[in-house]
């Protein structure tokens, strides 16, 4: 069905003529249906007539109609540091990015559509990696964190109400700023290809648009799913009324790649749930991949002037990452407080504050406690690299990336005995366990840590056992394989 539509459509689209020539074809069509004709015709209307898409060179004509796996960065584009969900796309860019037939697109909401990136937000896409321009990355990353800056500080100085009416104003702004650019883009003619979602949308009127583009059969979206936390636990989530919204994905997706067999168990139960068992057959677990092409055994650790064992929690500072349990716990360790210390590494989130003054606490009892917000990759191999031990003792996960970092950096994790976490730290075979909800639980995982216990000493020793586990160019190709499957 979609290769014969595709025909029909890209024979079409090729054709020279003007916009009312082009619609007469497509009502002439027949091997397009009502919806998709309708869908098309809208398109066509709208895209057409931007001045700013006229094609740029003689080649861009061709590349408007393509057979194109398309994997959607929009919101990564637009986000200034790095999360979890964003080293996942930044990783997967950068281990597609000379791959045949597949393009990096955004979603521009002034065209309801797809278009290519320009070369400024590749390099943001892929700078994670030495290889991108450092200019050019810094430029675009400062654009984006004083944005992302000014909406947290207007967030905390008005009342809600009066917030999103300055944000829906400043989307208006921006919008009609960019349909009067005289910038050129490249927007591609939606002709049945395969789109990769590796992002949780949250932008209602995206999802909308991208449900029409799919009922109307002319685009097949294969989402990553990462969780269900907000409906599992919704006292962590830190958004609500957009997760429902985002859920709506799932309702026209083609087919879902879930990062863990726990969070495949998860959405078993949703699509159970709301009466969509037809997609559960179509939904494969695919675990996330990890960067070095091999993994590393224990590695030799320099021990600083103090002697203090150095243990690294990564993660943006939240409730659902529950540092402050980790930061609480250490009240049960005040005779090990010369021993160690905690080096916090993450992005600034809800739960800053309450940390902040956990920290000063712990400070004034003697324990030594850094904290390094929004670092650069090299900052966080540099972290890895120096850590005696890793502590992940999040609440829920979809996955838990710092666990297999650590094992990759040759370093035991200390993380939850809960869902995807013991399943990740029993498949690396180098964690010990700790009951995530129970500081007494935590202290005692560190104890085994800093005084160098038989548990870390076993779990040390599995760090020199191989472990068979997919790069994330490895993980990207599978991703593909998955999303071109009949």
């Not at 002037?305 to 943006?316: A, M």
């Not at 994330?472 to 071109?484: G, I, N, P, T, V």
Request: aromatic share 8%; proline share 4%.
């Amino acid at each position: 069905m979609f290769a014969e539509f595709s025909t029909e459509l890209r024979k079409i689209v090729s054709q020279q003529g003007t916009l009312d020539t082009l619609l007469r074809e497509i009502d002439d069509a027949k091997q397009l249906h009502r919806d998709q004709k309708r869908e098309l015709k809208n398109f066509m209307s709208r895209t057409l007539n931007f001045n700013h898409l006229k094609p740029v060179d003689s080649m861009a004509t061709s590349r408007l109609v393509s057979d194109d796996i398309w994997i959607d960065v929009t919101h990564t584009i637009d986000f200034p540091h790095t999360s979890g969900v964003q080293r996942v796309v930044r990783s997967m860019a950068w281990a597609l990015n000379k791959e045949p037939k597949v393009k990096f697109v955004r979603f521009a909401h002034e065209l309801r559509a797809y278009r290519y990136l320009d070369q400024d937000e590749i390099n943001h896409l892929l700078r994670l990696h030495s290889s991108v321009d450092s200019e050019g990355v810094s430029r675009w990353s400062l654009k984006r964190f004083l944005i992302s800056n000014a909406k947290r500080n207007l967030k905390k100085l008005l009342p809600e109400e009066l917030y999103n009416i300055v944000i829906a104003g400043y989307r208006v702004i921006l919008l009609t700023l960019r349909s009067r650019s005289k910038r050129q883009y490249l927007i591609p003619v939606p002709a049945g290809n395969i789109v990769i979602v590796p992002e949780v949308v949250g932008v209602p009127r995206r999802i909308e648009w991208m449900g029409m583009y799919a009922r109307a059969g002319l685009l097949r979206f294969v989402p990553i799913f990462f969780d269900i936390i907000p409906l599992k636990r919704p006292d962590l989530a830190v958004f609500g009324d957009d997760f429902a919204k985002y859920l709506e994905v799932f309702h026209f997706a083609e087919k879902v790649s879930c990062i863990s067999e726990s969070v495949r168990e998860d959405l078993i139960k949703y699509l159970k749930l709301v009466d969509n068992e037809k997609l559960i057959a179509k939904t494969k677990c695919h675990l996330l991949g990890c960067e070095p092409d091999d993994f590393v055994s224990a590695t030799a650790v320099t021990t600083p002037s103090d002697n203090r064992k150095s243990l690294l929690c990564v993660g943006t500072i939240e409730k659902r990452k529950n540092q402050l349990m980790i930061v609480r716990s250490l009240e049960h360790l005040k005779d090990l407080a010369s021993q160690f210390k905690l080096v916090f590494v993450g992005n600034d989130g809800p739960a800053y504050a309450e940390f902040s003054k956990e920290i000063e606490k712990v400070k004034k009892m003697g324990f030594d406690v850094e904290v390094h917000l929004s670092v650069t990759e090299k900052l966080l191999k540099e972290a890895y690299s120096k850590c005696y031990a890793t502590l992940f003792c999040s609440l829920e996960e979809g996955f838990g990336l710092p666990i297999l970092e650590s094992r990759s950096h040759g370093k035991v994790c200390l993380t939850s005995d809960k869902g995807s976490m013991k399943e990740i730290g029993m498949k690396t075979g180098s964690c010990l366990f700790a009951a995530p909800e129970s500081t007494e639980s935590i202290a005692m995982g560190i104890r085994e840590i800093v005084t160098d216990g038989a548990k870390f000493k076993e779990a040390k020793l599995s760090l020199s056992q191989p472990l068979n586990w997919p790069t994330w160019q490895q993980y990207s190709r599978e991703l593909l394989k998955f999303a071109r499957e009949q």
